[in-house]
């Protein structure tokens, strides 16, 4: 693994000689905020997205023994498809941490096949608030983002307004909005800026433009992943060489 900073003292770029030490590197950094919030205020709230390249850091985490029962599990988004379905960030997700002792109770899945999917978001973001107290800011202990091709992440897709969301703290993304694929609910750009800890996990070559893109000063409509720069904690762009433009 390679380490290094740049722009805000708070970002830095990990790069993992191959998936398992990838894997490793994600689960550990969360391991390490999970451990640090519980110890500090009774409870961790982390927020997973989907896609496949976090799920081998999942796997890794669920090996470490940390205090599941003071864990609470959000997402960052999930396609409008039923929990169990394949495509489904939830099942993906539960599948890769089966092996921790999570207790149902603690896992919070958005309910994006909900036919009203504005009035799921408007729920997830009531569950959102009564978790974290209304006096208190959203602010998660841990969020993972992956990063598309077209520079998208959570579900705010380029170009679509979607990253210039501030009025709520979920959303409901319908299908012109999201280029071939399902609606979606989606946390908004003033959830995952508020994140203790961003993760951005990236693989492969395709990702090197992306996060380049992701990393350059410019419009967040334009590559959404750029909102992961406003993260007020600590940013790790978690990325194996291919995506980091060497290898
Ligand atoms: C989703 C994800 C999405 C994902 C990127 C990267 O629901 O699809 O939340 O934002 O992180 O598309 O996906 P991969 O990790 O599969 O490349």
Do not use: C
Request: overall charge negative.
């Amino acid at each position: 693994m390679t380490r290094s900073s740049s722009g805000p003292d708070r970002e830095e770029i990990l790069v993992a000689r191959d998936a398992r030490e990838m894997a490793s590197l994600g689960a550990e950094l969360l391991a390490r905020a999970i451990a640090e919030a519980v110890d500090a205020r009774g409870v961790a709230r982390v927020a997973l997205s989907g896609g496949s390249t976090p799920l081998d850091a999942y796997a890794a985490l669920a090996t470490y023994d940390l205090p599941w029962d003071a864990v609470d599990w959000f997402w960052v988004d999930e396609r409008a498809v039923p929990p169990d379905h394949e495509r489904a960030n939830f099942a993906a997700a539960r599948r890769a941490l089966a092996a921790a002792p999570i207790p149902e109770g603690r896992l919070h899945r958005m309910e994006a096949e909900a036919p009203d999917l504005a009035a799921a978001a408007a729920r997830y973001e009531a569950l959102l608030r009564a978790s974290f107290g209304v006096a208190s800011a959203v602010a998660f202990d841990a969020v993972t983002l992956g990063i598309g091709d077209d520079g998208h992440t959570a579900s705010l897709f380029p170009r679509t307004g979607a990253a210039l969301i501030a009025d709520r703290l979920v959303a409901a993304i319908p299908a012109e909005r999201t280029p071939g694929l399902e609606p979606r609910l989606t946390l908004t750009a003033p959830v995952l800026r508020k994140a203790r800890l961003a993760v951005v996990l990236a693989r492969g070559a395709s990702k090197r433009g992306p996060v380049e893109a992701a990393r350059r000063a410019g419009s967040d409509d334009e590559v959404p992943a750029r909102i992961a720069r406003g993260v007020e904690g600590q940013l790790f762009w978690l990325l194996d060489e291919a995506a980091a433009g060497g290898g």
